[in-house]
Each structure stands twice: as C-alpha cells, then as structure tokens.
C-alpha cells in the first residue's frame, strides 16, 4: 500500500483536493486554518474537505496547534482568527476526542506528527522507551523558546525544525510545522515537509509518497 503525506495546507483547498484525487491512503499532517493570505472561509472549506475525507476512510488527519487552539485549550497561534473560532463552536466538537483526527501516526516504519520528537526535548539523548512513553501519555503542548514558550524543548505540535530538532537515532520521522521552500531532511530518515512557497512566493505543492518502508518527495498536481 501507498501512502501520501502532505504538508501544512493552512487553507490551501485545492492541494487537499488534489491529493485526496490520487489513488493513496492519504495523510496530513495538521494546520488546516489560519492563514496571512487565505481567507477564514477558504480555511473552512479545507478543513470540511480533510474530514469529510476521513469519514470516507480516505485520508487520516493529524492535528496541528493551529487545529488545536480552535477546539482545545492550547496555547494560541498566530493568525488566530474569530470567525474561524465561531465556525468551531457551531461544530461543538473536540478534534482530538472524535477518533478521526490524531495526534501520532506509526506507517511503514515512520513516526508522523504535525511538528516532529526531538531528542532535545529528553535532554538530548533518547530512547524508543522515551519516546512511547511520551506519546502514550497524550501530554503534547510544550512549547520551547523558539516559539516563545518555556519548556525546553517544543512537543509535537510546537517543535521548531531548524531551532530545536534532533534526530532520535532508531526513530523515522515525517512532520510538519516548520515552514520552508522545499523538503528538508536530517540523517536521511527525518523530513520537514511544510513547504509553504519558494521565495517568490509560490505555493509548493510537495508531499512524500511512502512504499516499502521509504519515503520519496511527490509533487502533488
């Protein structure tokens, strides 16, 4: 089976769209709203594609912080907006309790979270032990310096790829959150794929197509 991971869409319906047309069990990895140039109501649109996708046991949908603060009690996020909170509050429902929408995934050998486990965040060492026990225990909005927090290190839905990730040997990662122009990659096996646009400003409509225990960039057109 193949599998497609796409990145933070923060509004971009039309990249759902077309990754949900692909013949893949399709993954996201979180940050359907909030957006500096989409609009509250494109942000809407594209999360409703993303669930109604898994209710038809096409896609499985992680949740991102921009996710969170609309339906949680986390911290808040920039380009909160308030009719997207309303939005949220007419759906009366906790993203995180319905069962389609979760924070980890494990597919063909790779932990995918919307903003990546740091061996940072243990101290700098870690083991797979460390790692289950985290996310077992569903404690996940630490947020580190990078992002104005004060936890040492950024949990899973708020670690900053370039400021405070490091690889845990032995763990594959697939994450989002932190924006760049193109997939970003450490030791092989850990990709940040929240490719928001080249410097000219342009969308990049990259995700990672994963078979055999591989992960391979996908150019979702």
């Known amino acids: 089976m193949k599998y497609l991971v796409v990145g933070d869409l923060h509004g971009n319906w039309e990249i759902a769209e077309k990754a949900l047309a692909h013949e893949y069990l399709t993954l996201f990895v979180g940050d359907y709203f909030d957006s500096f140039t989409a609009s509250p109501e494109d942000c809407i649109k594209t999360f409703r594609i993303v669930t109604d996708a898994a209710v038809n046991k096409q ?11 609309y339906f949680g009690d986390g911290c808040f996020s920039s380009g909160y907006n308030h009719n997207t909170q309303l939005y949220a509050d007419t759906m009366r429902m ?13 597919i063909e050998g790779f932990l995918i979270t919307h903003a990546g486990l740091s061996a940072n965040f243990f101290g700098g060492e870690a083991t797979r ?3 289950d ?3 077992y225990e569903g404690d ?3 947020v580190g310096p990078a992002r104005g927090g004060y936890s ?9 790829y370039e ?8 763990i594959k990662q697939i994450f989002g959150h932190s924006a760049g122009t193109e997939i970003r990659t450490k030791d092989k096996e850990n990709y940040c794929i929240d490719c928001v646009g080249s410097d ?3 969308h990049v409509p990259y995700g990672l197509l994963i078979e055999d225990g591989k992960a391979e960039p996908f150019l979702i057109v």
Request: proline content about 6%; some cysteine.
């Open 129 to 131: 032990e460390d790692v």
């Open 94 to 106: 906790d993203i995180s309790g319905n069962g389609m929408f979760k924070y980890h995934v494990e």
């Open 59 to 69: 896609a499985i949908p992680l949740i991102g912080n921009h996710d969170y603060h």
């Open 200 to 202: 000219n400003g342009v």
């Open 133 to 135: 026990t985290y996310l």
């Open 152 to 160: 040492p290190c950024g949990g899973i839905l708020w670690c900053d």
């Open 140 to 142: 996940y909005l630490q």
């Open 163 to 170: 400021r405070e990730f490091k690889a845990i040997p032995g």
